[in-house]
């Protein structure tokens, strides 16, 4: 990214007007250092933005860095005009998800549950121990959820692990879901 003056923020491609409105083209960024430097342009190196899914951006700095803040991990009650409004955390966000997503792999399987129910049909083996892997796995991931104390031990979540050359060993344990075999 580049800076005018120490107070805005130029991208290359884009127009932009000078102090004395002067309106320069969105090629700026190929003029040489020399030119960049009369203007008072300078490059800025721009930091990685934070991961929405943990902070809510508000902007990029000057500098480079963004305005972040950390999205928090629990509930938050505000009463408005006598009204109390529950904003969930990303604890109860993640634990609801995790509960749908448990019910969305054991959806498919849920007809041999109510056959055995209603007229006493035995369920496949596999789709047994399926099922038991399943909510076996929910019950972990949610755990592992409540057990974060930071945002550092929730994040770690959702980590892949990988091998010593990098490459993906296994999932995320946020989302290591056993597959039906």
Known sequence: MFVLNNEKILRPG??????????HPGNWSSWSSDLLATYGIVEV?????????FYHISSINLDGTWSATAKSMEDVTETID??????????????ERTNGTANSLLQTSDWQVIA??????????????????VISKCATIKAAIADCSDLDDFKALFVTPVDSDGAATGNAPIHDWPLLG
């Open 45 to 53: 190196a721009e930091q990685t933005q934070p991961d929405t899914q």
């Open 82 to 95: 006598g009204i109390d409004y529950v904003n969930k955390g990303l604890k109860s966000q993640w634990t």
């Open 14 to 23: 884009k127009a932009w007007t000078a102090s004395n409105g002067v309106k």
């Open 116 to 133: 055995k129910a209603e007229r006493d049909r035995a369920i496949d083996s596999n789709v047994v121990t399926y099922r038991a892997a």
